[in-house]
């Protein structure tokens, strides 16, 4: 591809409900979306085309050290200027080459990822070839698990988890964090049976310590329990797992297949939450599915609450073999009013994956606006 314009659009979403985590209540997505506009060569000369990217970095550097602000600045500071010298040496940019043009710099996956994902779907649509099929992903819908926030009381929790079921969501995602993790799993136990597929996400509020607390989960059927220690503690997870028997999952810890070729190793994880923004693209994500798949480790599609842009991604991703356990692949009305595509409705408590050129979808652009916080045009002059 040659890029000739991107722009940089930072979005505001209200959402339906406050999210709270172990680490934050959010009431509003704070997000980073990239238009890049160029050519691609195909056989019959060169295409303008248009490419859609998505940065899942968090307003603050709560779930990992990448933030909105940051990731503006490194995409337009550092990131862009070196693909545009990369182009004014005469070379393409493509997508299986971003990762690599990029590797100079050190971490910054989610703004590497918002970069890689928009060039994708740029060549993509090009070729009329959908992510899916680029992915060599086998199945046309994905089972939709749904992410409950810590709630008020396990009253409230009991309200909102029997609304996701009774809207078809076949898996259920329980925040936990201390002082809020054996009641709300007993409850819920309680109140839905043990048939209802249950796991628990402490996005690394414990510690070790907490083991003999943690191994009282083993009592209540849990698919896994995701990240429970620090991202960097993965021999802890490993002396975790040998002390619990609810499967230890690992999201934040991700960072790359290496961590994942780490964590298998060690046996710090048994099941791993893929999230493309995370580990710095869909490419790598695809890498950590195959290497997951050849160990015989189960993987899922995280959420990191994104518009209907990396929503369609994550579908035609979490659309592959490897991906045997529910994603948090939730309908767009799960956070938000008005999605900045067409909504993802939630159908048998299944999701469509996309099935049209890139990415499948792309923004409405009147919800564009009403949504778009500040909008820059970066690439270099
Ligand atoms: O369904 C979704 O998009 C959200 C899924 C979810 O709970 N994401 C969590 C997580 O730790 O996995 C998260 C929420 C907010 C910010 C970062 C991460």
Request: net charge negative; proline share 5%; glycine share 10%.
């Amino acid at each position: 591809m040659l890029i000739e314009s991107v722009e940089l659009r930072e979005l505001r979403l209200p959402l339906v409900s406050p999210f709270t985590t172990s680490f934050s209540t959010q009431t509003e997505r704070n997000t980073l979306v990239l238009r890049v506009a160029g050519s691609v060569p195909t056989p019959n000369g060169r295409v303008d085309v248009v490419g859609w990217g998505e940065c899942v970095a968090l307003g603050e550097p709560l779930y990992s050290p990448e933030y909105i602000d940051g990731a503006k600045r490194m995409i337009q500071l550092y990131l862009l200027p070196m693909l545009a010298r990369v182009q004014a040496e005469g070379r393409e940019v493509t997508a299986e080459t971003v990762g690599a043009l990029l590797e100079k710099v050190v971490g910054h996956r989610m703004a590497k990822a918002a970069i890689e994902m928009a060039v994708l779907d740029a060549e993509l649509r090009a070729r009329g070839e959908s992510f899916a099929r680029y992915f060599g992903a086998t199945r046309t819908r994905v089972p939709a698990g749904v992410s409950v926030g810590i709630q008020p009381s396990v009253d409230a929790l009991l309200g909102a988890v029997g609304g996701y079921l009774d809207e078809g969501y076949v898996r259920i995602k329980l925040k936990i964090q201390p002082g809020w993790d054996l009641a709300p799993v007993a409850a819920v136990r309680e109140q839905f049976g043990d048939e209802v597929l249950l796991q628990v996400d402490a996005n690394a509020a414990y510690t070790l310590a907490d083991a003999q607390h943690l191994r009282r989960l083993d009592d209540y059927g849990l698919l896994l329990i995701e990240q429970p220690l620090a991202e960097d503690d993965l021999v802890q997870h490993a002396k975790l797992a040998t002390a619990m028997s609810t499967p230890i999952c690992l999201d934040e810890s991700i960072e790359s297949a290496k961590d994942a070729a780490d964590a298998i190793t060690l046996g710090a994880a048994s099941v791993i939450n893929i999230k493309p923004g995370r580990v710095g693209g869909y490419l790598e994500a695809k890498r950590i599915h195959d290497l997951s798949r050849a160990h015989g480790v189960a993987v899922w599609c995280g959420g990191m609450l994104e518009t209907g842009l990396g929503r369609a991604a994550n579908a035609a991703l979490a659309a592959l073999d490897g991906f045997s356990l529910p994603g948090d692949i939730s309908a767009s009305d799960r956070f938000y009013t008005e999605d900045i595509t067409e909504p993802f409705v939630l159908r048998d408590g299944h999701i469509d994956v996309p099935q049209g050129p890139g990415l499948g979808v792309e923004p409405i652009l009147e919800n564009l606006a009403r949504v778009t916080h500040d909008t820059q045009e970066v690439w270099p002059a």
